[in-house]
């Protein structure tokens, strides 16, 4: 399986990046691990005649921790995310859900930046991003702006990203409570049939925040308002994740593929959402 | 489409190629080079059999172009061991039954290279998921497995030896 033809562009700064984007439209594509870009082009679902390569840009690169506040370039790698034991000791959750991604070659590549820009619903870090509030901060022709990851994706592969613009970090505050990443897939290195992260924070018994995201069980990630709002301020018991559970549940709107039907799916989904939430309590 | 000039480093050995920037890199190889030891068994980035060494890390080369890989330095399984000088990993699947038709082999054997420097002493849990990457036609991995744990209890072992002789 061999690609069309394309021209190939290694610029050393966002400023030149962007540029070539503005003169190529979408014509243009930027790669970075390209574990998601190539096999789409080897297929020719896609036809791209500028491949823009993000690999000699230093400022989308590393890992920084100040404080409460962490900011990831958008170029760092799964492995490099799973193996930094600062950021493990400031968002375990990072390291939990990275690991279940792919398999070791794929994470030696694949980057954090290209994993959220993507805008596959079967990608995990969206969720997960969601799950950590995160914000996202774009570069484009009209300079330098945030969105949320709540609010970045649109339908499956429509985010709210303009076709010159790049994503250059993902900056969020270290969670604080229990944490989990719970994926059922079919083996390693295939997409969820569904997956959950959570984050529990407890008081004496009491729940006095938390957070819910869902992967793969919607044609974008499903943050759980409504879950949320069951658990805050309640007294947490295994009647009370029932009820969070099946919430969730109802917000998720998979559909039918090769991983099963969609009640299958949403059978999984209240699998992996209510072991999630019983792991975050018990690490909270 | 134009071609572009890339430059790496295989096996130890300065390389200059004349390619369309679309050519992956498991084809330079395999095709300009004539270093046939990456196989290509899938080519849609799921069997790993097409794994070389980058720059110190395991890599799917049917899943990276050529140009992306310009000023790498790269080790194919030709450049760990020869037919009279095999590495000890490819005793140890020798010795262990850890092939059969062979053809998973190369990509197998790269990727336990990497993986036993990442972790010389795996636990057999380990040791599958470092090598969950590399999907096997024949075996059913057990033999795979115990070549792999054989070939990291000998290079400890003479890893103790040499410590040994410099004492
Ligand atoms: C066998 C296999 C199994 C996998 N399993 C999983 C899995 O279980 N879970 C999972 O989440 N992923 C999985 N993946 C995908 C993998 O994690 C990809 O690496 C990831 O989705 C994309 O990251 P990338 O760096 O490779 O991006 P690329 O493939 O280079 O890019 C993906 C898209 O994002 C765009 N893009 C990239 N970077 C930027 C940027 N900085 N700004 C703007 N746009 C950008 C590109 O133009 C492209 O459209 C799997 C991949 C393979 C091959
Ligand atoms: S040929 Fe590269 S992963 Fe199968
Ligand atoms: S020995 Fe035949 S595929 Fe592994």
Redesign the pocket.
Known sequence: MIPSAFKFYKPNSIEKAVSIMKDFGDEA???????????VMKQRLTDIKHLID?SAIKE?KGINISGKSISIG??TT?VELITNENLFKSAPVIREASL????PQ?RN???I???V??G?P????PGLMQLLDATYKLSGTNGVREVKAREFYEAAYFTA?EDD????SISFDAPIGGYAYEKQ?RKI????TAAAGVILNVDKGVCSSASIALTNLSDTPVYCYEAVGLLTGKKIDDNLLSQVTKSCVEQSDPVADQRGPVEFKKYVAGVVINKALKRAFERS | MEKINVSMKVNGKDENLNVEPRTLLVHALREHLEYTGAHIGCSS??CGACTVDLNGKSVKSC?IFAPQAEGAEILTVEGIGTPDKLHVIQEMFKEHHGLQCGYCTPGMIMRSYRFLQENPNPTEEEVRFGISGNLCRCTGYQNIVKSIMAAAKKINEEAKVEEKEIA
């Open positions: 594509r930027v790669i970075a691990g390209g574990h998601s870009l190539i096999p993000l989308l958008a170029m799964q279940q991604i792919a398999d794929v590549l694949g980057t930046g290209g994993n820009a993507n596959d079967a990608n995990d870090m990203r613009e790049i994503l250059i897939k290195g295939d997409y969820a | 980035s799921h899943t």
